[in-house]
Nanobody
Framework: QVLLVESGGGLVQAGGSLRLACAGSGRTFSSYTMAWFRQAPGKEREFVAAITWNGGSTYYGDSVKGRFTISRDNAKNMVYLQMNSLKPEDTADYYC?????????????????WGQGTQVTVSS
């Protein structure tokens, strides 16, 4: 089992940056594919980014490519999401997720463990 706790959300102006962090528990953290999803009010959960167990591959949703970067530090059981050039449409609750699958990583059902979320608000 993996417990996930996100942090780093807040209010930022458009064009600014934020770095989200996700702390994971458990000795097997390094074996999981990790991802970030987001959900805005009234909208479906949206894939943001994913990273394979060893950090060798990363994947991004079209709306964040070139602006967001996912990374992980398995020694610290941490996953990060660096968000640059933020836009008002990036406003959402951001969730960290862990899963055992190696494909179709943009699907929420590929992840069995979720954090409680952290809120990001981008003002125009």
């Amino acid at each position: 089992q993996v417990l996930l706790v996100e942090s780093g959300g807040g209010l930022v102006q458009a064009g600014g940056s934020l770095r989200l962090a996700c702390a994971g528990s458990g000795r097997t953290f390094s074996s999981y594919t990790m991802a970030w999803f987001r959900q805005a009010p009234g909208k479906e959960r949206e894939f943001v980014a994913a990273i394979t167990w060893n950090g060798g591959s990363t994947y991004y949703g079209d709306s964040v490519k070139g602006r967001f970067t996912i990374s992980r530090d398995n020694a610290k059981n941490m996953v990060y999401l660096q968000m640059n050039s933020l836009k008002p449409e990036d406003t959402a609750d951001y969730y960290c997720a862990a899963g055992v699958y190696r494909s179709a990583l943009s699907r929420p059902d590929r992840y069995g463990y979720w954090g409680q979320g952290t809120q990001v608000t981008v003002s125009s």
